[in-house]
């Protein structure tokens, strides 16, 4: 039973171009959603996080739009870069219920392409 | 400044030995997670220890144990290797347990055979 859903394994965009990666959850008690991208042979790295009393938090060339009604979230890269070229993970967790540990999706494989 | 260290980076055993994972966070750091990454999935979270106690633990049996040391380091130890323990393991470190900025080590790739 998976609590967090990233339904495209894979996404291509040229560069300069927007990459919107996509995430779904089913548990309602989550509270707290985090982006990480991971490149081969590193361990995943922090790129933003949105709490859910808010709907949109932006750093830089991220965005991470929260739709809680339909326990939706994005992450949107503009413009997106080769370098951005990874592993992106979603993960969840019910920061107001006490420590929970982070729940991942799948992860979506984003390749920007020059 | 160094990251979260994890050792070692590769390993192979044989189905039914026993192993151990070994993680020191980052300086300051007094929380530890473990979490296990098998391909094409998302990492999943084995155990989580703050000042030398265990916090949490995810849906593994009881072949995975783990502890943490006064020095805040910590091994992840698993008995009776079953193929389907190949996978990569990642250490995560962080402040405190309520603290999300989670720091990941880079893993340790094991492979049983």
């Known amino acids: 039973d998976q609590q967090v859903k990233q339904n495209s394994p894979s996404l291509s965009v040229q560069e300069g171009r927007i990459s919107i990666l996509n995430c779904d959850y089913t548990?309602?008690?989550?509270?707290?959603f985090l982006w990480y991208k991971k490149y081969p042979a590193e361990g995943p790295t922090f790129l933003i996080s949105?709490?859910?009393?808010?709907d949109k938090n932006e750093d830089g060339r991220f965005t991470v739009f929260l739709n809680k009604s339909a326990k939706h979230l994005s992450l949107h890269i503009v413009p997106s870069q080769p370098g951005d070229s990874a592993v992106y993970f979603c993960?969840?967790?019910?920061?107001?219920?006490?420590?929970?540990?982070?729940?991942f999706g799948k992860g979506t494989r984003l390749s920007v392409i020059a | 400044d160094a990251g979260v260290t994890q050792s070692p980076t590769h390993l192979i055993k044989t189905r039914g030995q026993h192993v151990t994972l070994r993680c020191s966070p980052i300086?300051?750091?007094?929380?530890v997670s473990w979490y296990q990454q098998v391909l094409g999935q998302g990492p999943q979270f084995i155990f989580q220890?703050?000042?030398?106690?265990?916090?949490g633990r995810g849906n593994f049996p009881d072949r995975f144990s783990a502890r943490q040391f006064p020095n805040y380091s910590s091994e992840l130890n698993v008995n009776a290797l079953l193929l389907g323990d190949s996978a990569l393991y990642l250490c995560?470190?962080?402040?405190?347990?309520?603290?999300?900025?989670?720091?990941f080590g880079s893993g340790t790739r094991l492979t049983v055979v």
């Open positions: 993960a969840a967790s019910t920061r107001n219920s006490g420590n929970t540990p982070l729940v």
């Open positions: 548990n309602s008690m989550f509270d707290y």
């Open positions: 220890y703050y000042e030398k106690e265990e916090r």
């Open positions: 949105i709490s859910s009393i808010k």
């Open positions: 995560a470190s962080s402040l405190d347990p309520i603290n999300y900025g989670y720091t």
């Open positions: 300086s300051g750091h007094k929380s």
